[in-house]
């Protein structure tokens, strides 16, 4: 199959340090090309893939100062994309709605995977006048606030089988990995943390958008003893990070569309305790891979009940659902439907 998968320009693929679309575009990626599909990834410059790239700029947007109009760009890249169709079977976007108007008015076969929040208003009337755009979900809650859009199918993303370690041991600190913004609340984290005196690392990137919220909230909280601020890492440093943790925390306060890091953690045999929200239900088995809680008492009980677990299923669970060979074997089936479904378009108008 010939694919061309379009993936955002903020970061790499796979993206330097944090990144959870770009990085699971690339574990995508990847995966098709190692089960033999045709593969072009359009993305920025400093990618990093064994399919054929197309750089629609030098080097990601989020680390080139010279920026200033990102849009610019990804407008661009996807002129690029729409120029080169025809020598797709199919077309994967990964930007959310951006190139709707164009996908309407070019016969392509073409599918979006959403990958962010979709309960915001705003989003409301644009998706009902591009409603007959084919779209993918990353997990069934995503889907409420829209729940009349084409949706083709949920792929629950996945993660390559070796990328990270088991371990049967458990460690002796809390994790925290993600952002610093106030629906992610690292606050949570660290009072779960103070509460039973355990130490919590906190990896995690803080953007622009968030750097007040950082400074006046957060930055007062790293310096109680129990907490190490490690900072924003990457792909090499999340094995050990996760590998040698007692537990994720995942204290959201927003409904996550599905959570990366939850299975990054399972698949080092790390349970995830997580506040209920968004995908978490989907995602966490209660009593088996981790705790799905609703207050600060519940998340202190949870802590103290991590014996109770096996860290050997956690790997177990995600090996039979949360791979990369899974994830592209889902998509993969949405694909052939969708090329069938227009090839007989365009027979019967014919």
């Not at 997990?139 to 070796?162: C, E, F, I």
């Not at 690392?201 to 310096?223: G, N, Q, T």
């Not at 080092?268 to 305790?273: D, S």
Request: proline share 5%.
């Amino acid at each position: 199959m010939r694919i061309a998968q379009v993936a955002p320009l903020f970061e790499s693929v796979p993206p330097k340090y944090y990144g959870g679309t770009e990085r699971v575009v690339s574990y995508l990626t990847e995966e098709l090309v190692r089960q033999g599909h045709e593969v072009t990834l359009f993305a920025s410059g400093d990618s990093v893939t064994k399919a054929r790239l197309v750089a629609a700029c030098r080097r990601s947007l989020r680390i080139d100062k010279h920026c200033i109009d990102q849009f610019a760009h990804q407008i661009l890249m996807l002129e690029h994309v729409f120029q080169r169709a025809a020598e797709f079977d199919i077309v994967h976007f990964h930007v959310d709605y951006m190139h709707f108007p164009l996908s309407r008015r070019q016969p392509i076969t073409h599918v979006t995977t959403l990958h962010g929040r979709l309960d915001i208003p705003d989003l409301v009337p644009l998706y009902q006048e591009f409603r007959d755009m084919p779209l993918i979900s990353i997990s069934n809650d995503q889907r409420k606030p829209l729940h009349w859009a084409n949706w083709q199918a949920t792929v629950y993303h996945g993660v390559p089988a070796d990328r990270y370690r088991f371990r049967e041991q458990a460690g002796s600190y809390l994790a925290f990995l993600g952002r610093i913004s106030p629906e992610k609340r690292v606050d949570r984290a660290i009072e779960i943390a103070k509460r039973v005196s355990m130490r919590v690392k906190i990896a995690a990137k803080v953007d622009r958008v968030d750097r007040d919220y950082f400074e006046s909230v957060v930055r007062p909280l790293l310096r109680d003893p129990v907490v190490e601020f490690v900072g924003e890492i990457g792909e090499g440093e999340k094995d050990d990070f996760l590998g040698n943790a007692y537990a994720l925390l995942f204290p959201i306060d927003w409904p996550e569309p599905f959570g990366l890091v939850m299975i990054e953690a399972m698949a080092c045999g790390t349970p995830v305790i997580a506040y209920l929200g968004g995908a978490v239900p989907e995602v966490i088995e209660r009593g088996h891979t981790g705790f799905i809680v609703e207050a600060l008492e519940d998340a202190v009980e949870a802590v103290q009940r991590v014996p109770e677990l096996s860290r050997r299923r956690c790997r177990e669970v995600f090996e039979n659902r949360f791979t990369a060979a899974r994830m592209a074997h889902d998509y993969v089936q949405v694909f052939e439907q969708l090329i069938e479904r227009n090839a007989n378009k365009v027979s019967e108008a014919a």
